[in-house]
């Protein structure tokens, strides 16, 4: 399948950059990954979102890209956050205000570090995600079948692609989101 050989992303951010308005940094972020090494195989449309937790910033812009990456998802992961960083990127507060976020949502059909981790940070109580991380990468990322933010644009580029845990499609996925939820995800 196409898709095993792939990585899966999201993109976002709600404050400006060195680049400009996030629209700008996420199209300046995509060239970076480009020249760093990686073949963004593909992009979504560019997405307006409200803040996630609400209220806690203004609006997100965001998208979804497929990445060819010859490395391990942990060397993705850290060359994504190099690149965070170069756009001005910290990581003060959980869920905070941002110049750019870069997401591994999957890498092809991996599950890791395995599936009890996966599963037991999948079903950290809501209280406990605001402010819990986990030290190391978890694939898939463990609550993307929960945020329209990031299926809706996955879905312009991955629609076909299997959660490995769950067994359905980002399509699928997307689809048993509320309708407001997904609504709330406008294209621009």
Request: hydrophobic share 45%.
């Amino acid at each position: 399948m196409f898709f095993d050989k792939f990585h899966l992303i999201a993109l976002g951010g709600n404050m400006p950059s060195a680049q400009g308005e996030s629209h700008e940094t996420l199209r300046a972020a995509l060239s970076r990954i480009t020249s760093s090494g990686c073949s963004v195989a593909s992009v979504s449309r560019f997405y307006r979102t409200p803040c996630f937790p609400p209220g806690a910033g203004p609006d997100y812009v965001n998208a979804a890209a497929v990445l060819a990456y010859d490395g391990a998802p942990e060397a993705l992961l850290g060359l994504l956050h190099r690149i965070e960083a170069g756009f001005g990127r910290e990581r003060a507060k959980r869920w905070g205000q941002r110049t750019l976020d870069l997401d591994l949502i999957a890498s092809g059909d991996a599950v890791l570090p395995d599936l009890a981790t996966y599963q037991a940070w999948r079903d950290l109580a809501p209280e406990a995600q605001q402010s819990q991380a986990p030290d190391r990468l978890i694939l898939p990322h463990p609550r993307m079948h929960e945020r329209a933010f990031v299926l809706v644009p996955l879905a312009d580029v991955a629609p076909e692609w299997r959660h490995p845990v769950l067994g359905r499609t980002v399509t699928e996925m997307r689809d048993a989101l509320p309708a407001e939820a997904l609504a709330e995800v406008v294209a621009i």
